[in-house]
């Protein structure tokens, strides 16, 4: 029978990156798992085969579990929907976006100076009192 991708000729973008992004937690896992093992097993024979074998060997578990997991029908059917929804989003142009974010920016900027310049008035409010005569 062997593995039969569902929905092979769909998805392949999100799908492929959904795997990519899986990978690389899973190798960043295997490599926390490694630090540990290199710290504190002891010092006998079996310590590479331990400290090399155990992650690697969690790498491949986890590797077919997120295959098949990104191969069962409902996930492949959202992730499907999803690439064809992102194939019909109207995209800033590059214009809009520098203008967009310049905008973001300066109001920001305004803002922090605002909320600077209110704290130091409320701090010599406060320290000094208001005196109105």
């Known amino acids: 029978m062997g593995f039969q ?4 000729g769909q998805g392949r973008h999100l799908r492929g990156g959904t795997g990519v992004a899986a990978a690389l937690v899973d190798l960043v896992f295997c490599y926390y798992l490694w630090t540990l093992l ?3 097993l002891a010092e006998n024979a079996y ?6 074998g155990i992650p690697a060997v969690v790498f491949a578990v986890l590797g077919v579990a997120v295959f098949f997991y990104v191969n069962k029908p409902n996930v492949v059917d959202f992730l499907v929907a999803t690439e064809t929804e992102m194939k019909k989003v109207s995209w800033s142009s ?5 203008g967009s974010t310049a905008v ?3 109001t920001v900027f305004a803002l922090a100076v605002f909320i600077y310049a209110a704290d130091t008035i409320f701090i010599y409010v406060f320290k000094n009192g208001l005196r109105l005569w």
């Open 94 to 98: 590059r214009a809009e976006l520098v």
């Open 38 to 40: 290199s710290r504190y």
């Open 47 to 52: 310590k590479p085969y331990l400290e090399y």
């Open 5 to 8: 991708l569902y929905k092979s």
């Open 104 to 106: 973001v920016i300066m």
